[in-house]
């Protein structure tokens, strides 16, 4: 369902949970991790259910992650930046 675009000639690096990945540019966190896989992105804090990514467009906050130590940012409104560092938000307080 995500993939990554095709034909992209440059690309960045970005770190997910301590794993590096090489993704194209001018594309959202969200669907960068997507692209790589990576389709669960948090846990709720009510449940424990997994979430992910679902309107794509800031709506749902169902995206959150840790961006560069800032908790409860969101994926799928904020664009891949070189040398990013992201981590799941697990539980409250909790990054994986």
């Known amino acids: 369902m995500f993939q990554s675009p095709p034909n992209v000639a440059k690309t960045i690096q ?17 669907a960068a991790l997507m692209g790589e896989g990576h389709l669960m992105l948090r846990k709720s804090l009510v449940s424990g259910e997994t979430r992910a990514a679902f309107c794509m ?4 906050f169902d995206c959150l992650l840790e961006i560069d130590g800032q908790p409860n940012q ?3 409104m904020i664009q891949v930046r070189e040398g990013m560092n992201i981590q799941r938000q697990l539980k409250k307080g909790e990054c994986a």
């Open 14 to 30: 970005i770190t997910f949970e301590e794993k590096t990945y090489q993704v194209a540019p001018a594309q959202t966190v969200a």
């Open 74 to 76: 969101q994926s799928c």
């Open 57 to 60: 467009m800031g709506i749902c």
